[in-house]
């Protein structure tokens, strides 16, 4: 530590930042543009100009600029001098030169850092009445809205993209005294992490196109924290709602996951909510019981009252139910389902393979070796990713990817005495360094060009790889015999990078569908550690609420399916969950045609639900309140937003509606999501703590529950003014300690409870440095979420002791088929977004190219793919990487039938058809 003086006065600081961090954690107003505490320092906007002194004595001092000052022992600095805060304010008013006047039409007013900076440093007229530079703004895609004319030329966009994300196709064009940000031709941004620059400018040059769609003024919105449910990772979000449509979704930071940052698919796929295949109205269909269902006549809307007495009189003690949950449905709602059928008669609804492999990475991470959070994976010096595309199945755990090759380089830099929070001098002196990353994959991933090495293979062999890995690390684990050299020296290499690094990283998941890769990569972390280094493990699950599945715990889908058919059930209740993308489309057709009554509890309509005789509209993530589980076992609430029209409600109230209408007594847990959820951990041993997860309903501050609404909203009367001018109560919340209204609490609520940031004098998203214990840190109080998983040293280690598998031996006449994931195309609810479903690719078959040409294709071209009685017609396209006789079918695109992969199928082409 070191103490610093600030206007007079001592504060201890932390020597290794510099002094704008510094100022900003002691809550210091010192503006500024280019710094952000992410990305670190580079100067370039002049903004946080402070007032040096040599010592006590110094009276005259001299002008620097805080964010490329150390924090040394015994700075004196005033932030207050005059000449200090005379220089920024004409900093500012350069800045504005060039800067339009339409503040009152920007998409970032109200919400501006530039609005904020312009106040804080006094400049409130403009004195300059010349000719102003423009530009010719461009079409970045249907995510980002281009305006260049505000630019301030602060670069954190590029620094962003290209720096940070690994983004090639945006960058600073410079001409003369002209610098241009966007890209050389108009065209969709390429990054999957291009949203963030709406957050990461601090004026209006790019701002949110879905969110121009239907737009609202930022004071207006209704907002609570809530969870992105796109992906196993977790990311904490805050959407934002005005008249009960869902507008954008911003970052909500938590230093232990998503820090500063989103992927595109979190932060666009919300449009689901508003789609149009959203379910507002109880349905159900006529006829009697013993009619087949398609001789009952369609659909149609029901009283919400009708259809729970129609419940009541087929749900009672007679009726054989079983329940199907979902890895996409919280915690509570799989609970309440689980209590409303029984635990015998409770399915987890993830088709069975994958299931399989869930129940193995549940078992693995109750071992000895620690799971990692996405801030953990960041500071991993050395890592080997084994058969996972993160860069498409989880994106945030690329991105820390990233971040990640840079900690071992970064060690020469203090030898350097080179400040690692210098930005631009730490990459000059380090240029093209990265540390040991290695890639085992199927196919090439966004995450090649910063790795180490890349190998691409069948899953078999990329098992073999990580177990000659282990071996190498540790003698005593079993050998991989038929190692070819190549391979073996390969093997060698990863083990000599892992061994040597102070916090070695073991990626896999589930997206290869192979438990040989799972295992392999849970024999490398042991052998690690066995080896004396503090190894961590992780998996990248298929969905949000993947892991907490596997933890409840459940039959088989396919044990429904038998159920069903063997007349053991006759009702089955399906809880947010599409089955035809779980299982054969044949399985699924004859569960629902064998079961005397189907019940579909969701908020989307899909072609399960066309199925049902009762569909109950469910509530989405916003619209709702609930507990999900992220890859790391971390336990984190997500909060209703607003109050759905209809006869929405959380999955877990319908589930208590058909118990209490069904005389089911012994199947009602409470009424409240905090009784839901004491009676979850009280049952269940493996949730305890679930409910530390946020404060309880009961919480209060200075008496007040937290306001939702910002308190400069409009307010509930100028909303429905054009229905009457009285006052409308605001809807009751008897689930969370947050308030439908701009009336409550709002000042700075525990971590969990924070729907929005925002301070005095700070409208933009940089508020957030109010609320952290120290910026770039965790916030005030802990940040959210409570681990469930920890490393049980006692655990046994024998998981490397199995079975070797032998390598992939190409079949004559048929293909190995392996799934390929798609940040944008592969998670069901975000393409029902129409952003995420433009940018998403068109269903596909990916060729080696000798494959191809020995089948007669050429790229573009129709093939004929056959995997038992599966059949369908896919685009040829083709990547060279691929292992010869093995081929990849996109997971989740619409025209690809649900296949259980890998699996070996045949290739035809027309002749053969």
């Known amino acids: 530590m070191a103490t610093i003086h600030i206007d007079g006065r001592a504060y201890e600081v932390d020597e290794r930042q510099n002094l704008l961090h510094q100022c900003q954690t002691l809550g210091f107003d010192l503006p500024y543009f280019c710094w952000h505490p992410a990305m670190g320092s580079v100067g370039a906007c002049r903004q946080c100009a402070v007032k040096q002194f040599k010592d006590e004595h110094d009276t005259k001092g001299k002008i620097v600029m805080a964010c490329m000052v150390a924090a040394k022992d015994g700075t004196r600095i005033s932030i207050d001098d005059p000449e200090a805060h005379e220089f920024r304010q004409s900093i500012t008013e350069w800045l504005m030169v060039n800067h339009p006047h339409d503040c009152p039409v920007c998409d970032e007013g109200g919400e501006c850092h530039l609005q904020d900076m312009t106040v804080m440093t006094g400049h409130v007229y403009r004195r300059y009445r010349g000719l102003k530079r423009t530009f010719r703004n461009q079409n970045l895609g249907p995510l980002v809205n281009h305006e260049m004319n505000r630019c301030i030329q602060c670069y954190r966009c590029v620094r962003f993209y290209r720096d940070y994300a690994g983004g090639r196709d945006f960058d600073a064009l410079v001409l003369r005294d002209n610098v241009f940000f966007g890209r050389d031709r108009d065209g969709t941004l390429e990054s999957e992490f291009a949203g963030n620059l709406v957050e990461i400018c601090p004026t209006g040059v790019f701002t949110d196109k879905s969110l121009k769609r239907h737009y609202t003024r930022k004071w207006d919105l209704q907002t609570a924290p809530s969870i992105c449910v796109h992906c196993s990772v977790g990311c904490n979000t805050i959407p934002g ?139 991993a010096d050395a890592v080997l990713v084994l058969g996972e595309d993160v860069s498409n199945s989880a994106p945030m755990l690329a991105l820390a990817l990233r971040q990640a090759v840079r900690v071992q380089p970064q060690r020469a830099i203090a030898k350097m005495q080179i400040p690692g929070w210098d930005d631009h001098a730490v990459r000059e002196a380090l240029q093209q360094q990265h540390g040991p990353l290695y890639i085992a994959s199927v196919a090439p991933t966004r995450l090649d060009d910063i790795a180490t090495r890349t190998w691409h293979a069948a899953p078999a062999d990329i098992a073999r790889l990580g177990r000659a890995v282990a071996h190498a690390l540790d003698a005593n684990a079993p050998a991989v015999d038929g190692l070819d050299d190549e391979t073996a020296a390969l093997a060698a290499q990863i083990a000599a990078a892992l061994r040597a690094a102070e916090r070695p990283l073991v990626l896999s998941g589930t997206g290869c569908g192979d438990a040989a890769v799972i295992d392999a990569a849970a024999a490398v972390a042991q052998a690690l550690q066995r080896a004396g280094r503090a190894a961590q493990l992780g998996y990248a699950l298929a969905e949000c609420n993947s892991l907490g599945c596997a933890l409840l715990g459940g039959q088989s889908l396919q044990a429904a399916f038998d159920a069903v058919q063997g007349g053991a059930a006759d009702t089955v209740i399906v809880l947010e969950n599409d089955l035809t993308r779980r299982a054969d489309a044949g399985a699924v057709e004859a569960l629902l045609a064998g079961a005397r009554q189907v019940i579909v509890i969701d908020h989307s309509a899909h072609a399960t639900g066309e199925h ?23 336990a984190q609430r997500h909060f209703q937003v607003f109050v759905a029209d209809g006869d929405v409600q959380e999955s877990w109230r319908w ?167 798609h940040v944008f195309g592969s998670d069901e609810l975000s393409m029902l977004s129409p952003p995420i479903a433009e940018l998403a690719p068109a269903p596909y078959l990916a060729l080696n190219p000798d494959d191809a040409a020995a089948l007669g294709l050429a790229a573009g071209q129709q093939a004929q793919l056959q995997v038992g009685a599966v059949g369908c017609r896919l685009a040829v396209r083709i990547e060279p990487a691929l292992q010869r006789g093995v081929a990849g079918v996109p997971v989740g695109l619409p025209g690809v039938p649900m296949l259980e992969l890998p699996a070996n199928g045949r290739i035809q082409t027309g002749a053969a058809w």
């Not at 087949?292 to 009252?305: E, I, K, M, T, V």
């Not at 049902?612 to 971390?634: C, H, I, K, S, Y």
């Not at 490393?791 to 079949?811: M, N």
Request: with cysteine; aromatic share 6%.
């Open 241 to 379: 709602e005005r008249y009960g449509l869902l507008r954008r979704i911003r970052n909500r930071y938590n230093g232990e996951v998503n820090g500063y940052f989103l992927c595109d698919r979190g932060r666009y796929g919300y449009e689901f909510v508003n789609g149009e295949r959203r379910l507002r109205q109880c349905l159900l269909r006529e006829g009697p019981r013993d009619e087949p269902r398609a001789d009952r006549g369609a659909l149609r809307g029901a009283s919400r009252d009708e259809v729970l007495r129609r419940l009541g009189s087929r749900c009672g003690r007679g009726a054989k139910l079983i329940g199907i949950g979902s890895p996409r449905a919280s915690i509570e709602a799989n609970f309440a389902l689980r209590s409303l059928v029984g635990p015998e008669h409770f399915h987890l609804g993830i088709a069975d393979r994958e299931a399989a492999l869930l129940a193995r990475v549940v078992e693995i991470l109750r071992g000895p070796v620690r799971t990692p959070s996405l801030h953990d994976i960041e500071c």
């Open 612 to 634: 049902a005789d009762v569909v109950l509209p469910a509530a989405t993530f916003a619209e709702g309140d609930g507990t999900l589980v992220n890859q790391e076992g971390r």
């Open 655 to 821: 589930i208590q509606d058909i118990a209490a209408a069904a005389g089911r007594g012994d199947a009602a847990i409470g009424r409240t999501l905090d009784e839901l959820t004491a009676a979850c951990e009280a049952a269940l041993p493996q949730f305890a703590g679930i409910a530390r997860a946020a404060p309880q309903a009961g919480f209060r501050i200075a008496g007040q529950k937290i306001a939702r609404a910002p308190h400069r909203a409009s307010g509930r009367t100028a909303m429905h003014a054009h229905i009457s001018v009285f006052d409308v109560p605001p809807p009751a919340d008897p689930d969370s300690a947050l308030a439908f209204t701009m009336e409550g609490y709002h000042g700075q609520p525990p971590a969990p409870l924070i729907p929005r940031f925002w301070a005095p004098g700070w409208n933009s998203i940089q508020s957030l440095n109010k609320f952290q214990q120290e910026v770039a840190g965790a916030l005030r109080g802990g940040d959210p979420g409570v681990r469930l998983i920890e490393p049980d040293a006692g655990a046994g280690t024998a998981i490397d002791r199995g079975a070797i598998a032998p390598p992939y031996r190409p079949r004559p006449g048929e293909w190995l088929l392996v799934p390929l994931q």
